[in-house]
């Protein structure tokens, strides 16, 4: 408005016509506005003219309900602060949850340079500007005729004083240019736990004969005491005595579990420690004279494993864990079958060569077993008998998941050879058995709420079956070794006619094995002293092998496909390489303590360069190959060494076809 306008005018004027007037403060200028009716101007009009707009949405409120008071506590507790930290405390030995939780949170942290005057720092800082600055100090002018003036410029915060005075320029004698530049320093976090240490304490004691014997006394006195407890409670209440005492029996067996997994520990420690010079050897040892040898190695023995209880049992089977390759399962039985009578599924481990894993006595004598690849746990076992059992080492007890019975379809002569097979389209578990009764027979495990085995008729082969092996690559391919020393070839599609016939041996074939690489070998051993190397599509043996005894077993390694070893019963233990010596074997080492002790069978470890072999005593011995047993062919300068199956492959066929070229030439 003009009016305002003028008005303000005319109170500038007035101020300003006060020469000796003081400067007024904001507030008094504020009064004088308001007694001469000043305009405060637009701002102040926008606020007072104006009404205020109520949005039409806005809840409508009684007198009372506008009058009630709402009460809120603001606490210091930060809303984003974790309520359930757990840490572990070695007190109590268990996770517990922390009551204390910093609730402080920090929005802005800014750090200043300020000093202040009389610290150490700032004293410091003084020295060394003193020192910076030129020799000679200027001295202060006096005071003259201006009086305040002087003292005005003098003042080191006056700006005539800064604008005056010059800065004294430092020389400079290493031409030095500093820079700096002022960061945010990231805040400190400091995380702190307090426990209380573990208590400790030092027992020593010494155990002489009477101090055991008045420990047994002070426990039988104990126990006639709880004995005269019992039977006054027993006449107040039976229902307690009988409470009571499984209490007692629950706690001693939770003693002994307790205890059970730490003494098997302490056990293989001490076993690693009594026979350490045997571990250096399994792991580091290197037979350093087969260099000498003119392509022959040797057996170096490692562990020997024996259980007091199976001494006069003879080793009727081996099979490697496949998961766990330290383990090993061991089938008790008797092949003198004049003297049957019991026998024991044990378990052993390199970790610990004195004491078995897992014990199974069994009411007959055990033939042979097999490990599932899959589910470790499961062993399939066969029996003098003929009978069939499954057993789980999750289970606790000694008796079998399950056994076959008369009415179950059992054999009825003794179970030569079990062999674990693939899952069937219900993910049920099966194996397959040969038996002396001339059947091979599918035993599928069927899980139902009393678990039953189901059992399917696959062959009826006209002689007594001694041994099978199914092929490694085509599933339904089978081979069975009998009694005559003939071997099938059979199929599980056509279970009424065989494939196959090979008269392979003059006496029983004692087993018969797919080679692991190529899928057209296979070899069999029989007692008639041979060792025989087939090619399942001739008739004729490519490889005959006379070892001047009758041979237990034969096992191909897994690692090459040219290498196999076999045992006889004079104690020896042949190893042969055929890609080294097609003719003899490359190692000969008689391997038993006793002139009498025969040889039953023998297992290559599927990772491990070692192998383990039984006898009629009831002894498994451990032996490590020698690098000339288990030499990869050399390669030429500059080229890598092959790997893989196909090597392998290629290995044994270039010997077959050496065989197969005298044939090929006269047709």
Not at 54 to 62: G, M
Not at 230 to 248: C, F, R
Not at 444 to 450: D, E, F, G
Request: net charge negative.
């Amino acid at each position: 408005l003009p009016g305002a306008k003028s008005t303000k005018a005319a109170s500038k004027k007035k101020v300003g016509a006060l020469p000796n007037h003081k400067p007024r403060t904001k507030f008094q200028k504020m009064m004088t506005d308001e007694e001469e009716g000043v305009d405060t101007g637009d701002g102040w009009d926008e606020w007072s003219g104006k009404a205020l707009i109520k949005p039409p949405d806005q809840l409508e409120l009684t007198e009372a309900e506008l009058k009630e008071e709402t009460t809120r506590i603001l606490t210091a507790n930060n809303p984003h602060a974790p309520q359930n930290i757990v840490r572990y405390s070695f007190k109590e030995r268990s996770y517990k949850p922390t009551s204390v939780v910093d609730q402080m949170a920090v929005h802005f942290v800014l750090e200043g340079s300020l000093l202040h005057q009389d610290s150490d720092e700032a004293r410091r800082l003084r020295c060394v500007t003193t020192t910076l600055s030129p020799v000679g100090i200027q001295q202060a002018t006096p005071i003259e005729d201006g009086g305040e003036e002087a003292g005005e410029e003098d003042r080191p915060d006056s700006v005539a004083s800064k604008t005056d005075r010059k800065e004294p320029k430092v020389s400079n004698q290493f031409n030095f240019s500093e820079r700096a530049s002022q960061t945010l320093n990231n805040p400190l976090r400091e995380r702190s736990c307090q426990t209380e240490p573990p208590p400790r304490s030092n027992f020593s004691d010494t155990a002489n004969q009477w101090e055991i014997y008045d420990a047994y006394v002070e426990e039988l006195q104990q126990q006639e005491k709880n004995k005269e407890k019992q039977k006054a409670a027993a006449s107040k209440n039976d229902n307690d005595k009988s409470k009571k005492k499984t209490v007692l029996m629950e706690t001693q067996n939770d003693d002994i579990s307790k205890v059970g997994k730490a003494s098997k520990i302490f056990e293989r420690m001490v076993n690693q420690n009594t026979f350490d010079d045997i571990a250096q050897d399994f792991k580091y040892f290197e037979d350093a004279s087969d260099e000498f040898r003119d392509q022959e190695g040797t057996l170096l023995p490692l562990w020997k494993f024996q259980y007091d209880k199976a001494k006069r049992l003879s080793v009727t089977a081996l099979c490697w864990n496949k998961k766990y390759q330290d383990l090993f399962a061991v089938g008790m039985g008797s092949y003198d079958f004049s003297k049957q009578g019991r026998g024991m599924l044990v378990y052993y481990s390199l970790k610990n060569s004195a004491f078995p894993e897992f014990i199974y006595p069994t009411d007959s004598g055990v033939l042979c077993l097999d490990i599932h690849e899959q589910h470790s746990y499961l062993v399939v076992v066969g029996f003098y008998d003929g009978c069939v059992a499954v057993y789980n080492l999750k289970e606790e007890g000694l008796e079998p998941l399950y056994k076959s019975t008369a009415k179950t379809g059992k054999h009825t002569d003794p179970v030569w050879q079990v062999r674990w097979q693939n899952d069937d389209m219900d993910n049920n578990h099966n194996f397959y058995s040969v038996s002396s009764d001339g059947r091979v027979v599918s035993w599928t495990l069927v899980k139902v709420s009393q678990g039953i085995f189901l059992f399917t008729y696959i062959l009826s082969v006209t002689s007594c079956g001694t041994s099978f092996d199914f092929h490694k690559q085509i599933d339904y391919l089978f081979l069975v070794g009998t009694e005559e020393g003939k071997i099938h070839k059979c199929s599980k599609t056509y279970s009424s006619q065989f494939l196959e016939t090979y008269d392979a041996h003059s006496m029983a074939v004692d087993a018969v094995k797919w080679n692991h690489f190529h899928p057209k070998v296979f070899i069999s051993c029989s007692s008639d002293w041979t060792v025989k190397i087939w090619d399942h599509a001739i008739n004729t043996p490519m490889f005959t092998f006379d070892l001047n005894a009758a041979v237990g077993d034969v096992a191909w390694s897994p690692y090459s496909s040219t290498v196999f070893a076999a045992v006889t019963t004079d104690g020896t233990v042949h190893v042969f390489d055929l890609n080294i010596n097609k003719y003899e074997a490359i190692c000969q080492q008689p391997v038993v303590a006793k002139k009498k002790t025969k040889l039953t069978h023998i297992e290559f470890n599927p990772i491990y360069p070692i192998l383990i072999v039984g006898d009629d005593r009831g002894y498994v011995s451990s032996f490590k190959l020698s690098p000339n047993l288990r030499k990869k062919p050399k390669c030429k300068k500059g080229q890598e060494q092959p790997k893989g199956p196909e090597v392998e492959i290629a290995k044994m066929e270039k010997l077959l076809s050496l065989l197969r070229e005298p044939e090929q030439s006269t047709v």
